[in-house]
């Protein structure tokens, strides 16, 4: 899978150690910066990762912060962007089977590194489940262009 992925300063290392697992995983892994530990401003970073997501350059996007919470607000400020906060596998399958995300956020103050290689991996092969969940998704997207208008 193509793979898009951005940090700020608090989810740099978990970056480098996620982009070198994804690899070895055998996913091409889009590095969009930070790249270093240097303080930034992540939405620039999260619109990025974003846009390669709904322009088609990536299939999916995964954004490391490190409470993960600013980046899914301004992730899911992007129009056909479904941004999921996960800390654990169970969460991690919801944010797939019922919302269809497609971009994942990872706190790294939170997560032990081996824990985020867990979710990373459960994200990238949990199917959407479709059905109810697809007309919930309908009408997110409604709510998204009807905001879009006002
Ligand atoms: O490290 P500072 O700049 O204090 O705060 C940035 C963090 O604030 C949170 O919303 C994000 O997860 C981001 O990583």
């Known amino acids: 899978m193509r793979i898009a992925i951005a940090a700020d300063h608090n989810g740099y ?31 620039p970073l999260c619109a990025d990762v974003c846009r390669q997501v709904t322009e088609g350059h990536a299939e999916r996007g995964i954004v490391l912060g490190g409470s993960g919470l600013g980046e899914t607000v301004a992730c899911n400020k ?14 991690t399958r ?4 019922n919302n269809d995300s ?4 990872l706190a790294a103050k939170i997560l032990a590194p081996e824990d985020a290689e867990d979710i990373v991996g459960t994200w990238l092969t949990t199917p959407f489940k479709g059905g109810v969940h697809a007309r919930r998704l309908e009408q997110i997207a409604a709510l998204e262009e ?4 006002t």
Not at 102 to 105: A, G, P
Not at 146 to 149: K, M, Q
């Open 94 to 97: 919801i944010s797939r089977g």
């Open 102 to 105: 497609n971009v994942l956020v």
């Open 78 to 91: 992007i129009r056909g962007i479904r941004a999921g906060l996960c800390h654990d596998l169970w969460s």
């Open 146 to 149: 009807e905001s879009a208008r």
């Open 13 to 43: 290392a978990l970056k480098v150690r996620l982009t070198s697992w994804l690899t070895a995983q055998g996913h091409t892994v889009d590095d969009r910066g930070s790249h270093s530990e240097d303080t930034v401003d992540y939405p």
